[in-house]
């Protein structure tokens, strides 16, 4: 059965970190692109970083470019969110998905809103930054 699971969201003050994890089921985590996404309230789901299955070269948008940064836990198969400098406008529902096609592909995706070419979503996980 395929599965993402997010977790590690809360609460935190403007210039806080946080982390956030995304657990895949193996042959999800192998095979597939992870994208990460958010969702504040009223607005477009937003692409924000697209991170490859080999792990190389993670794709960033320019609203978290420079702030936030990923690892990965290859034992765990786990994706890490690693987000710094945070600004009350980065509230919002984080979520990570996978993604089949090609890296490339799978940017335009992400830039999109992802409502095409993820196939698989985690639930979820609530990010609250307060100025």
């Known amino acids: 059965r395929v599965q993402l699971v997010e977790s590690g969201g809360g609460s935190v003050e403007a210039g806080g970190s946080l982390r956030l994890s995304c657990a895949a089921s193996g042959p999800v985590y192998l095979s597939n692109h992870i994208g990460w996404f958010r969702q504040a309230p009223g607005k477009e789901r937003e692409g924000i970083v697209l991170?490859?299955?080999?792990?190389?070269?993670?794709y960033y948008a320019d609203s978290v470019k420079g702030r936030f940064t990923i690892s990965r836990d290859d034992t765990q198969s786990t994706i890490y969110l690693h987000m710094n400098t945070l600004k009350s406008e980065d509230t919002a529902v984080y979520y990570c998905?996978?993604?089949?096609?090609?890296?490339?592909?799978?940017?335009?995706?992400?830039?999109?809103?992802?409502?095409?070419?993820?196939?698989?979503w985690g639930q979820g996980t609530q990010v609250t930054v307060s100025s």
């Open positions: 991170v490859h299955a080999s792990g190389d070269s993670p």
């Open positions: 998905a996978a993604c089949a096609a090609g890296f490339s592909s799978c940017v335009n995706y992400l830039l999109n809103g992802g409502s095409a070419g993820f196939g698989y």
